[in-house]
C-alpha cells in the first residue's frame, strides 16, 4: 500500500471510530422507521463522496432524517463548511459542536442554503410513501447532489428523480442490521440490503 492511501485508510478508520461514539440512535418509534446507519458504513459512504469531488471545505451539507446526525456529522467531519441536521424526533437530538438542528418534519425545512444532500429517510416499508416528503424536499431543493440510501428492493426511486429532473446512479451496496422490532421482514439473519444512490441535475 502506498502513502496516500494508507493516510486514506487512517482517516477513513478516524472517522468510523469517532462516528461509533455517537449517542445512539433511541429506536423508539417504529412508525418513523428508524434504521440508523452503522459507522463503518458511514465511514465508508462518506469517503466515497470525497473522492467523488462531493464534499469539501466550500460544501453546505443538509441531512434529511437524521436520527442521531451520523450522516451529516460525518460530512462535518470529512470538512464541510456547514451541516443541518433536520430530524422530527426530539429524542435524537444531542449537542454536538459545528453542527445544527431542525427539529421539525422535513417538509419544513426551506430547501435553501445547500450543496450536498445527504440521507438514509424512512424506507416507506413500514408506512406506505413515507419516503415520498424526503425525495420531493432533496429533489426541489437548491441542491447539486443529492446522496440517498435506500431499500436496495426500492424501485421506484430513480423513476420519481427522473421526473423531477435528476439522473441518478448506484455508488454503494450492503447490508444493514435491522433492530429486534423490525424482525418480522428481515430478509436473512435479521439483515436487508441496502443501496447508495447518487443523483444530479440533468
Ligand atoms: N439518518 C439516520 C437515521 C435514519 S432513520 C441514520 O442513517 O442512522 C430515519 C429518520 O427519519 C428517523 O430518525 C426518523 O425519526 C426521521 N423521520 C421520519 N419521518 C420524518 C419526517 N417526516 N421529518 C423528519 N424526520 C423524519
Known sequence: ???VSLGLLMRLRHLAMELSKLPPHPHLDVSLEQ???EGDFAARWIAEIVQRGDLDERTRVVDLGAGN???GIGCHLAGAVSTLLVEKDQRCQHDYEGVEWLIGDVQ???GGDVDLIIMNPPWGAQVAMADRPFLEAAFNSEAGVVYLLHSAKATHVLPLAESM????ELVLGGAFRL?????HHQSREGTTEVSI???IRN
Open 1 to 3: 500500500m502506498d502513502f
Open 179 to 183: 433492530p429486534p422490532q423490525y424482525e
Open 69 to 71: 446526525g451520523i450522516l
Open 108 to 110: 419544513e425545512w426551506s
Open 197 to 199: 444512490w447518487r443523483f
Open 35 to 37: 434504521y440508523a446507519t
Open 165 to 168: 429532473g435528476w439522473e441518478g
